[in-house]
């Protein structure tokens, strides 16, 4: 376990210390996470323009994977995860017409600004998954002094929750600009699994074990899979 923490240590020294030029020439897979927060009367309007977006982002070149979610608890609550093969296959998505027309459409229906957080994979896949499984995002953001107790809590609860029933996906991905912010991405087939995943003993005791290494509310969503 030490071993592979300081693995995990090392991914996030050098995302903090190389420049942002230098992970395009590693051609390496990158995620972006994206947050929607939508007026309750464009529900609709925006379904059909996050529908349309994601046909076009996944015919692109080095698309790996465009997931459109919805937020369970929340009505108009969206979230985009994505992944490319690489800087240079994100920058040309992020530069096109599809993107510039979706962006436009979208903003005078939002509630709130859009949300985009580029990330990098620690623990991270690009399995998708279908519609209707459910997601759930987490935003996890350890203080510096307790990374290391926060990273080893992470890395033990990805591992014990990938050998559950009803897993497909889950992966840890950390965000560009702050190297102690991460996002965890999980992916169950139902409800109950997920639920039994986060009352189960090792969901517990992770969250205690993380809990002192957290500097801000442990952010969970559950979204369903359009």
């Known amino acids: 376990m030490q071993r592979s923490v300081m693995r995990l240590l090392g991914v996030l020294i050098l995302a903090a ?14 995620f972006t996470v994206s947050y929607i927060e939508v007026l309750p009367a464009e529900i609709y309007r925006v379904k059909t323009l996050l529908d349309d977006y994601a046909r076009s982002a ?7 994977r465009f997931q459109i979610l919805e937020r369970i608890e929340r ?19 992020a530069a096109s017409s599809a993107t510039a027309a979706f962006r436009g459409g979208l ?13 990098s994979p620690v623990m991270g896949t690009t399995g998708t ?8 995002l987490t935003h996890v953001d350890f203080v510096r002094s307790g990374l290391e107790a926060g990273l080893a809590a992470l890395e033990t609860f990805v591992t014990l929750s990938r050998q559950q029933p009803g897993a497909i996906d889950i992966g840890v991905i950390i965000q560009t600009s702050r190297t102690n912010h991460m996002t965890l991405f999980e992916v169950w087939s139902d409800l109950p699994s997920q639920e039994g995943n986060t009352l189960s ?11 002192a290494s957290i500097g801000a509310l442990y952010d ?7």
């Not at 003993?201 to 809990?211: D, K």
């Open 17 to 30: 210390s190389l420049p942002h030029t230098l992970f395009a020439q590693e051609r390496a897979p990158v």
């Open 107 to 119: 903003e005078p229906l939002l509630y709130s600004p859009y949300d985009e957080r580029p990330s």
């Open 129 to 136: 998954g279908n519609a209707g499984d459910i997601v759930v």
């Open 220 to 226: 969970e969503r559950r979204y369903r899979a359009l």
């Open 75 to 93: 009505p108009g609550h969206f979230a985009i995860l994505e992944a490319w093969s690489d800087q240079r296959a994100q920058d040309a998505h």
């Open 58 to 64: 996944m015919a692109e070149s080095g698309n790996l």
């Open 201 to 211: 003993a090792h969901a517990i005791r992770y969250r205690a074990e993380a809990q």
